[in-house]
């Protein structure tokens, strides 16, 4: 799958041109640097939802019954999940659709705590 990131600048979600893991910076829209203390990355998963967008960890999604979730990354399966499934299982019939992520959008993850 292709390997690419996204991070969040205070302000926006921004694409990451290039990682310098020795300086813990990285390259952004190819004219800015970002301190990757300061500015979380987040990995595309290599999925598609509905829409054709691409889903990222740190995304909120809203699967096919409604339920909002956001995409994790779990290290101990190494794998890429929301709520109580991996995206590997994902393809059989479940259907995901973006509708933010948890920096810009963090109310629709309250509103899905309290339903």
Known sequence: REIKFRAWDGE????VAELHLNTKEVLVDDEAW???RHSPL???TGLHDNNGREI???DI???EYGKVMEVNYD?????FGVGDYYF???GSGKILEVI?????NQELMEAAKHE
């Open 42 to 44: 987040m990995q595309y």
């Open 75 to 79: 290290p101990r399966s190494a794998a």
């Open 34 to 36: 970002l301190s990757m």
């Open 61 to 63: 999604v809203k699967n």
């Open 88 to 90: 590997g299982t994902i």
């Open 12 to 15: 926006a979600m921004v694409e």
């Open 100 to 104: 933010g992520n948890i920096f810009e």
């Open 56 to 58: 990222y960890e740190g």
